[in-house]
């Protein structure tokens, strides 16, 4: 099993920076994929990025160049450095960790971007 705790959501401004951490516990050896989604209301929930153990990323392409998608291997943590922030990115995002075959979520955190 592993456990995800996200933080750093909240408000922020059109133009401006946010960062979601997620922190792994558990067994959060040989994981293989991490990641972030997110899900606007009415919307589906939809990839924004993903990093693997390789380090190779991907992003939607709603973020590239803004976000950066990155980890800390000692720390068993997952990062999303959210720059330019625009309205539409307003959702509740989502960490995401690929594990032997197996997937985890983590409860979710908001981000509200006003314009």
Request: glycine letters at 12%.
């Amino acid at each position: 099993q592993v456990q995800l705790v996200e933080s750093g959501g909240g408000l922020g401004q059109a133009g401006g920076s946010l960062r979601l951490s997620c922190a792994a516990s558990g067994s959060a050896s040989s994981i293989n994929v991490m990641g972030w989604y997110r899900q606007a209301p009415g919307k589906q929930r939809e990839l924004v990025a993903l990093i693997r153990s390789s380090d190779r990323t991907n992003y939607a392409d709603s973020v590239k160049g803004r976000f950066i998608i990155s980890r800390d291997n000692a720390k068993n943590t997952l990062y999303l450095q959210m720059n330019s922030l625009k309205p539409e990115d307003t959702a509740v995002y989502y960490c995401y960790v690929e594990r032997i075959g197996r997937a985890y979520w983590g409860q979710g955190t908001q981000v509200t971007v006003s314009s």
